[in-house]
């Protein structure tokens, strides 16, 4: 059977005064990291969440690195980290010298909760990194806040995926001592790669700014009193993620109104859409769909893939992955939930007509 549309999982945004901007930056030869529109862009990030202070770096994985760096945590520490996430959360625990303590998720909707962080705690772990997964957000966070606030614990908020979800009206990334943005090709802000490290804590964001080039003293002074990193994000992507941003009310939109259609879709279906609580306000990022059945997923996704629409599968457990494997060690409601669901196409551009022809077929497994 020829499917009758092909349908990506994710396209990226064109905002109106993108080109525009990214030619002000060649004309003016400011190309690299120096010129106005990062300033812009780390501004119009602030306003919008309301985190006061933020740095751009190069992309979302060494913005994980550079927060665990400046927050100064005891050599060899370890960080419990839920082995439901994107590999980058644990990787960069790893690459700063640290030690991953794998904890469990919510087989519901594969947040973390606060049994499963102390579950995995004992007095050597002196950090936490919590990510907020397919824009969703724990409803446990302030209960979690407290936990580590009570055991002295720093607090990683990896927002790689939610930027626009709020819990209690306070957006990702206000909660923690510190957080990461990613601004990959496949976000609801892109940059192409590209990332953010945010706090309300100055100190944190002055260390990390230094840091990020070099730890040079000065500009143009080759003069470096500790070791740095060149994490920078380009002038040009900063001008791409400051136009994306002035059309966020445009993207979050239309995000929003693909997920109401394919939670009104699905009904009375085998199928349901992840949600995340009613404290939880997300912005889609990606629409994630949920066997009611067991079994049924591969199913759906042979039947997606025939219809010429691109699924993906939810996040393989990183405790389960050849580097950080160990024998007996297991995890049931993370095994359990990444079998689960398929992340459907959930880019801001899809028409009526796709959003349809996706539900159509949904209905048909």
């Known amino acids: 059977m020829k499917a009758e549309m092909q349908i990506p ?21 400011w190309i690299s990291s120096r010129g106005k529109y990062g300033r812009l862009f780390e501004e119009v990030f602030c306003k919008y969440t309301s985190i006061n202070y933020a740095t751009t770096v190069a992309n979302g ?63 050597s772990v002196s950090a936490v990194i ?9 409803e446990d966070i302030e209960k979690i806040v407290l936990f580590c606030r009570e055991k002295g614990l720093k607090i990683i908020e990896d927002c790689a995926e939610s930027l626009g ?29 590209g990332g953010m490290v945010a706090s309300n804590n100055p100190e944190l964001i002055a260390k990390a700014e230094k840091l990020k080039s070099q730890a040079v003293t000065a500009p143009g002074v080759y003069i470096h009193d500790e ?9 040009i992507q900063s001008a791409i993620g400051y136009a994306q941003f002035e059309d966020f ?18 009904e009375s279906t085998k199928f349901k859409m992840l949600t995340f609580g009613r404290d939880v306000s997300h912005c889609a990022w990606l629409n994630v ?21 691109e699924t993906r599968p939810l996040f393989y457990p990183s405790h389960k992955m ?33 959003i349809s022809y996706v539900v159509d077929c949904i209905r048909n497994v």
Do not use: W
């Not at 070791?227 to 002038?235: M, P, Q, S, V």
């Not at 160990?326 to 689960?340: A, I, R």
């Open 9 to 29: 999982l994710y396209q990226p945004y064109k905002a109106k005064n993108q080109l525009a901007y990214v030619t002000d930056c060649v004309e003016s030869n």
């Open 249 to 266: 009310e445009v993207i979050e939109k239309k995000k929003r109104k693909i997920h109401k259609r394919y939670v009104l879709g699905v």
């Open 322 to 354: 050849k580097m950080y494997e160990k024998d007996g060690f297991s995890l049931p409601k993370t095994e359990d939930f990444h079998k689960k669901g398929l992340c459907l196409p959930s880019f801001p551009g899809m028409t009526e007509e796709q």
């Open 289 to 309: 769909i949920i066997e009611a059945e067991r079994g049924l997923t591969q199913k759906l996704k042979k039947k997606l893939e025939a219809c010429g629409i």
């Open 227 to 235: 070791l740095g990193f060149n994490y920078r994000l380009t002038n």
């Open 130 to 138: 919590i990510p907020h997964l397919y824009s969703g957000m724990s």
């Open 165 to 193: 979800t709020r819990y209690k009206k306070q957006h990702s990334g206000c909660f923690g001592d510190i957080a990461t943005f990613s601004f990959f090709g496949n976000k609801t802000i892109t940059t192409g790669e």
């Open 61 to 123: 994985t060494v913005a994980l690195h550079l927060a665990l760096h400046v927050l100064e945590l005891p050599k060899n520490s370890k960080v419990i980290v839920p082995s439901f996430t994107y590999i980058a959360s644990v990787n960069a625990i790893v690459i700063s010298g640290m030690v991953p303590i794998f904890c469990d998720c919510d087989d519901t909707n594969g947040q973390v909760t606060l049994k499963d962080i102390e579950t995995a705690y004992d007095s």
